[in-house]
Structure formats: C-alpha cells, structure tokens
C-alpha cells in the first residue's frame, strides 16, 4: 500500500486557521482524508477562543490574517500550551521574520501537497 494513502493511527485533534475558506476547506478535507479530527477556524481570534476551550494536538495556522497574524497566534498558543506543535503555512515564507517564527515547528509554503502536511504533522510530535 503507499504510504501517502495510509491513515495515521492514532487520530489527532487538529485546529486549522485560515481566512480564506477555499484553503480552509481543502486543509480541512485532505486532514480528515488521513483519519485526524479537524475543527476550523477563519480568524485568529476565533482559534484563540476554541483553543482555550478544547484540546487540540497540533495547530495548522496561516501566517497572513487580518486581525492577528500566525506568529501573534502561536505564541498566545504556546503560552497557553507550550509543548503544542504549531505548524504555519504561508505564500510569503521568504519574507517571514526568522526571529518570530521560534514557536513554530515547521513552515509550509503554499501551496503543498496534502500528504506534505501529514508528514509535517507526524514530524512536529517527534520534536515534543
């Protein structure tokens, strides 16, 4: 079987934070393709809210929102949950303050391949 096709075992709680929906939705899709339970968020301050009221193993944010940006979102994350993984995906990766990104596991450019993400995913548990 290959192994972009397999499911992860066990299902993770994933938090994904986009405004635009198309992405938001394609992100959310492709996750729960690989079994994870995934809650979605078009703001900033809308994830900070259900982070602060559910677990999630791992959060998959973009970088450029309008009402709070995703390095601004991880560290009010990982002052709430230090050891979670915070995944930021972004057009501009180039562009990005290398100093802010210290919270974030990984960085992705858009666009990437589904299976891209997972493996990312499955990589930022093995750093905490």
Do not use: W
């Not at 929906?21 to 979605?40: D, N, P, Q």
């Not at 900033?44 to 009402?67: C, H, I, N, W």
């Not at 993984?85 to 990104?101: F, S």
Request: aromatic share 4%; proline share 6%; net charge negative.
């Amino acid at each position: 079987m290959n192994k972009a096709n397999t499911k992860p075992t066990p299902a993770l709680r994933i938090l994904v934070v986009d405004d635009e929906l198309s992405v938001l939705e394609a992100i959310k899709m492709s996750l729960e393709f690989y079994g994870h339970a995934v809650t979605s968020c078009t703001s900033g301050s809308q994830a900070l809210e259900a982070f602060k009221t559910s677990r999630f193993d791992v959060v998959v944010t973009d970088y450029a929102m309008p009402d709070i940006k995703g390095d601004d979102l991880a560290v009010m994350i990982k002052a709430i949950s230090p050891a979670c993984p915070i995944i930021m995906i972004t057009a501009h990766a180039e562009m990005l303050d290398r100093k802010r990104l210290a919270p974030i596991a990984c960085v992705l450019s858009k666009p990437f391949l589904p299976q891209v993400l997972n493996e990312a995913i499955t990589d930022s548990l093995k750093q905490i």
